[in-house]
Nanobody, 114 residues
């Protein structure tokens, strides 16, 4: 059974934008902190951004000012707006709960290249 489904990735030129979506089954993302993570080729998965249960947003230094995390509680969906994309942002992006991790989804590929 699919619990987390990431979408919205694609190929974009440097400076471009993408909006990623994380859709969850049931209420697994309800009233809980959620984070976005990414894994670049040859590297381990790293945390990128999170939105706490109270709405607090936090980002890793490399994406501050460029990425924005948000959520739509009615749709049980978390988003990641990515602007001013750089080649170093190229990775597979995943979402998950900040605490009480559940199985990782398939992720969505983001490729930033000329």
């Amino acid at each position: 059974q699919v619990q987390l489904v990431e979408s919205g990735g694609g190929l974009v030129q440097p400076g471009g934008s993408l909006r990623l979506s994380c859709a969850a089954s049931g209420s697994i993302l309800s009233i809980t902190g959620v984070g976005w993570y990414r894994q670049a080729p040859g590297k381990e998965r790293e945390w990128v951004a999170s939105i706490g249960s109270g709405g607090t947003r936090t980002y890793t230094d490399s994406v501050k000012g460029r990425f924005t995390i948000s959520r739509d509680n009615a749709k049980n969906t978390v988003y990641l707006q990515m602007n001013s994309l750089k080649p170093e942002d190229t990775a597979v992006y995943y979402c998950n709960r900040l605490s009480g991790k559940i199985g990782w989804g398939q992720g969505t590929q983001v490729t930033v290249s000329s």
